[in-house]
């Protein structure tokens, strides 16, 4: 969804600067855990330059396109069995209650429930070499709550 709706951006105006894009792509492949200085360091801008010019050229700050990428890599990990502890430490949340904040706020509901859900096993994210083309299956409490 989020390349999709990039895309839409980048044929209706101008391209975006090659920082940004380098930005927006590290943020991606760190799978989350990309700090906002630190990118502003490696593409040699300060901080407030780089909040400026992703928010102008992309629509939201980097902290708030970190926020998706994170939750959705904790989230496939939460599934595949792995503990809210570990998952919180290596997704870059500050601890664990703030990975709960971020579930509650994306889905409504608890990591526990979360973790719980079949349609996050249907790729190899979650479920290396268990991915089927069956198609997910969303519990009606979950499909109300996620814009799938």
Not at 58 to 66: S, T
Not at 96 to 123: C, I, K, N, W, Y
Request: aromatic content about 6%; cysteine-free; proline content about 8%.
């Amino acid at each position: 969804m989020t390349d999709a709706l990039l895309a839409r951006r980048h044929e209706a105006g101008p391209p975006v600067d090659p920082e940004v894009a380098w930005a927006w792509h590290r943020i991606v492949s760190s799978r989350g855990p990309a700090r906002v200085g630190a990118l502003a360091a490696e593409v040699g801008w300060s901080r407030k330059r780089l909040w400026s010019r992703f928010r102008s050229q992309l629509g939201l700050p980097p902290k708030r396109a970190v926020k998706p990428v994170r939750f959705d890599r904790a989230a496939h990990r939460l599934v595949a069995g792995e503990g809210a502890a570990r998952v919180a430490a290596d997704a870059g949340y500050a601890d664990q209650s703030h990975l709960h904040r971020d579930v509650m706020a994306f889905t409504g509901l608890p990591p526990a429930t979360v973790a719980a859900e079949r349609f996050l096993a249907v790729d190899d994210i979650a479920r290396p070499g268990r991915g089927t083309a069956a198609g997910p299956h969303v519990s009606g409490d979950l499909r109300r709550r996620l814009p799938l």
